[in-house]
């Protein structure tokens, strides 16, 4: 566990990189809607950057979310993606086409403003990143297996994997964490 002091370290770290990351100054090439920064070393943060226009998903907006995110999906080094919209609202699609009231299960936290909630998605990011890149990917796999299969499917398919997939050395490099009683991120991480 982390103490009270060092998360108000840690939080006053992630919103000084907030701070230089919101509305990055224009979208980054070969990008015309995205605009794509490395805040830490395996943090990616992804920026819809169209303020003009509200960040409408256009057709440019998709092709290049689905170039850039397949690029992610090969990059080692990227452990976990920060998604946010340039301006004063992320999308003018979800906007527009929802209200608070149909989407109360989106939200698990509220933020005073843009920055503080730069700050928390990069701490959750940073969370993340810091697990191992196995148990992490495996534990994505797992629940998407299991939101289309019965619970006793989807316990068999956990053995299986676990079985099969934790034959790294993460799963001591975690143990050991506990057992010291640090951070999972004190850590150094196979690579998928």
Same mark, same amino acid.
């Given at each position: ?17 907030? #701070? ?8 980054? =090439? ?6 794509? &920064? ?12 169209? =303020? ?6 256009? &057709? ?5 979310? @689905? ?11 990227? #452990? +976990? ?12 699609? @979800?906007?527009?086409?929802?209200? @608070? ?14 920055? +503080? ?14 697990? &191992? =890149? ?12 299991? #939101? ?10 956990? +053995? ?23 951070? =999972? ?6 690579? @998928?």
């Amino acid at each position: 566990r982390i103490s009270a002091q060092s998360r108000k370290v840690l939080y006053k770290n992630h919103q000084t990189v907030a #701070r230089a990351m919101s509305s990055s100054g224009g979208a980054t =090439p070969p990008y015309t809607t995205l605009a794509i &920064s490395r805040p830490t070393e395996s943090i990616t943060h992804v920026e819809l950057h169209r =303020p003009e226009k509200r960040n409408a998903m256009n &057709s440019a907006f998709w092709s290049e979310m @689905l170039t850039c995110f397949n690029e992610l999906s090969e990059d080692p080094e990227c #452990r +976990a993606v920060v998604v946010s919209g340039a301006g004063k609202l992320f999308t003018a699609a @979800l906007i527009y086409s929802n209200s @608070l009231k149909t989407l109360p299960f989106f939200f698990s936290r509220v933020f005073a403003d843009k920055e +503080a909630m730069m700050a928390g998605a990069l701490e959750i990011a940073g969370e993340i990143a810091g697990r &191992s =890149p196995v148990a992490v990917q495996g534990t994505k796999i797992n629940l998407i297996y299991a #939101r289309n299969h019965s619970v006793a499917d989807g316990l068999d398919y956990i +053995a299986t994997w676990n079985m099969s997939m934790l034959q790294t050395e993460d799963l001591m490099k975690s143990a050991q964490a506990a057992l010291e009683k640090k951070s =999972p991120k004190t850590k150094t991480y196979s690579k @998928l």
